[in-house]
């Protein structure tokens, strides 16, 4: 099952990452890769029980965008190294949460409900870029706590660097709601394919 092995492998990079902070010094970045690594790993294993594969895809969702911020964005220092990989990253990662979310919405609307896509891709849009604000008020509060400088970039002062952060979130969530219909119906297809090879 590639997702068990895409789920390994974002754990070792994620743990080499919290290592390589340890021996820069940088505790405080350790600590976060671990606790988020906990996290993320600790819903999978307390429903596990239960064989709920949607939760095996949240910890690959989470990890990877874990991965992507910590190994590639702060650990290989692209942040730094390649313009506007933060803009990448936020498109990214607005339309990756976008996408559970609009699943994870679908599956709790009434399917009766008329325009129920159009409703999932609103509080979609309104939800992601909102999850992006938030993300905005924690860089904001870690560089006035830690002294750091996540807000701004080589090409944009924080102000403006901000902005197009909100800018990117807003679009990702869009083309997740934009998307959101077609995954869902692939998802019920491998299910439907799932249940039929297992004869039930």
């Known amino acids: ?7 390994w492998l974002l754990r070792i990079a994620i743990v ?12 405080i970045l350790a600590a976060c890769c671990v606790v988020s690594l906990a996290a993320a790993i600790v819903p999978t294993h307390i429903v596990s029980a239960a064989r709920l594969s949607t939760w095996i895809d949240l910890e690959l969702v989470v990890l990877w965008l874990l991965a992507t911020h910590v ?4 650990a290989l220092d692209l942040y730094s190294r390649v313009p506007w990989f933060d803009k990448i990253l936020h498109l990214e990662a607005s339309g990756v949460v976008g996408l559970v979310v609009f699943v994870s919405v679908d599956a709790v609307i009434d399917q009766r409900v008329k325009g129920r896509w159009l409703l999932d891709g609103v509080l979609i849009v309104i939800g992601t870029t909102g999850v992006g604000a938030m993300w905005e ?3 904001f509060t870690a560089d006035h706590a830690f002294h750091w400088w996540t807000q701004g970039s080589p ?3 924080p102000l403006p660097d901000t ?5 990117c979130d807003g679009v990702g969530a ?10 869902v119906a692939l998802r019920r297809r491998r299910a ?5 090879r297992a004869g039930l």
Request: aromatic share 6%; no cysteine; glycine share 8%.
């Open 155 to 157: 090409q944009l002062d």
């Open 16 to 27: 080499a990452s919290a290592g390589v902070f340890v021996a820069q010094g940088e505790l």
């Open 71 to 74: 190994v590639l964005g702060i």
């Open 163 to 167: 902005m197009w952060d909100l800018v």
């Open 192 to 196: 439907a394919a799932i249940v039929d």
């Open 137 to 139: 008020i924690a860089e």
């Open 1 to 7: 099952m590639w997702e068990a092995r895409a789920i």
């Open 174 to 183: 869009t083309l997740a709601a934009l998307a959101g219909p077609t995954v």
